[in-house]
Each structure stands twice: as structure tokens, then as C-alpha cells.
């Protein structure tokens, strides 16, 4: 079974102060990880995934496979930084099916 | 390019009666996914088409059922509708070629029944 644990339902922060989003899973395996975002009045979008190791929007997030944790992380917050983020696994793929599990989200509130 | 649309927007529906809720996939993708998104919930995978055939299905019982047509679009339809279906429903459009493929997302359908 596949499981995503985001244990804050809401952060706040000021601007500037340092963020990090908490991630959580289980998995017996090798789990692709993701960190959606969800921008007020608009659609889930994809911000990055472990296997890319890239930065977006200045954030970026490390997969620790000895904690099982993929926890999102910004030095610097910004007040356009507000929104929904969601957490979620993709298991193995087999005959083409990938099963993405999402975490209950974590509203990341940016006090200016 | 297109990005994925879902209709409708809303829609309140009786506790017993039957829905059909629909998505166009993005142009290029030939799997959806659907999601049921309970409020305050993450989206739970429901179930994914590719090619016109269900090839993977999250905890819902059958009567949540689908389709895929041949330009890819798709249907969810959800039989005898119970108060817990009241949810947001979002499908998401990808394409298979390569190893992993992202998902879009459409705008979603909230769905309240009564």
C-alpha cells in the first residue's frame, strides 16, 4: 500500500522567513515523489519531482529515503508563494497504470 | 494547445439518481485519470483509462464506472449516488510516451448531492 502523510494542514510564515513543507510516505519500493500546487482559483499543477532535482519558483525538495520524506523547502518566502500544496507518490507502473496517492495538503499562508 | 476542460462546472444531483461528468483531455494525451476530491481532502484516484480500457482502479466500488472514447475524452458516471459523493471530481490528462508522464489537471466538477 501506498501512503502520503503532510502533517500541517496550514503554515504560516512571513515573508522572507524560510519555509519548508513536511512530506511523509510509505512505500515498499521506489516511489516516484511530486509536489503539487494548487494557486488560489486555479488548477493543480505540477511545481517538480524528485527525479528532475530541479528548483521552481525557488523551491526545491530532497527525497531522504532512510526518513521517508520528500519535505518542500524555500529559503525565502514570498507573498505569491500562498497557496495549496499537495504531496503525492507514484508507485511502479505496470502495464502502463500509474497510481498517483496524494497527501490531505498543506495551505501555505505568506503573511506580508 | 488545448488544456484539459471538464463539464460541468457544478452540479447538484439527488441522493439514488445517477451522474455523468465529462473531460477533454489535453491535445497529444491518450490516459485520464480521475480523482474524487473530498473537502479538506487530497484528490483520491478513482481510476485511469488508457486506450478505451480501465488499466487501474483506487477503492471505489463499481458503481463508479467510466469510459474513454477514441479522441481520448472520458466520461465518469457514478450509479445510485450516495451523500459522501459530494466531493470535487477532477480528471487529469497524460501521455505515455516516455517513462513517466505528467498529469494535467482540469478545473474539476463539484458535485453535491442531496
Known amino acids: 500500500a501506498q501512503r502520503v502523510t503532510q502533517p500541517e494542514k496550514l503554515l504560516s510564515v512571513f515573508k522572507g522567513a524560510p519555509v519548508e513543507l513536511k512530506c511523509n510516505y510509505s512505500y515498499s519500493g521506489s516511489p516516484e515523489l511530486f509536489w503539487y500546487v494548487q494557486y488560489s482559483r486555479q488548477r493543480l499543477q505540477l511545481l517538480l519531482r524528485?527525479?528532475s532535482r530541479e528548483s521552481i519558483k525557488g523551491f526545491t525538495a530532497d527525497l531522504n529515503k532512510g526518513e521517508t520524506s520528500f519535505h518542500l523547502k524555500k529559503p525565502f518566502a514570498q507573498e505569491e508563494d500562498s497557496a495549496m500544496y499537495y504531496c503525492a507518490l507514484s508507485g511502479r507502473k505496470t502495464g502502463g497504470y500509474q497510481k498517483v496517492t496524494f497527501g490531505t495538503g498543506t495551505k501555505l499562508q505568506v503573511i506580508p | 494547445e488545448t488544456g484539459v476542460t471538464q463539464s460541468p462546472t457544478h452540479l447538484i444531483k439527488t441522493r439514488g439518481q445517477q451522474v455523468t461528468l465529462r473531460c477533454s483531455s489535453q491535445?497529444?494525451?491518450?490516459?485520464v485519470s480521475w480523482y474524487q476530491q473530498a473537502l479538506g481532502q487530497g484528490p483520491q484516484f478513482i481510476f485511469q483509462?488508457?486506450?478505451?480500457?480501465?488499466?487501474g482502479r483506487g477503492n471505489f466500488p463499481p458503481r463508479f464506472s467510466g469510459l474513454q472514447f477514441p479522441n481520448y475524452s472520458s466520461e465518469l458516471n457514478v450509479n445510485a449516488l450516495e451523500l459522501d459523493d459530494s466531493a470535487l471530481y477532477l480528471c487529469?490528462?497524460?501521455?505515455?510516451?516516455?517513462?513517466?508522464?505528467?498529469?494535467?489537471f482540469g478545473p474539476g466538477t463539484r458535485l453535491t448531492v442531496t
Open positions: 524528485h527525479i
Open positions: 491535445s497529444g494525451h491518450n490516459t
Open positions: 483509462y488508457y486506450r478505451e480500457e480501465e488499466n
Open positions: 487529469a490528462s497524460s501521455s505515455s510516451s516516455g517513462g513517466w508522464y505528467e498529469q494535467y
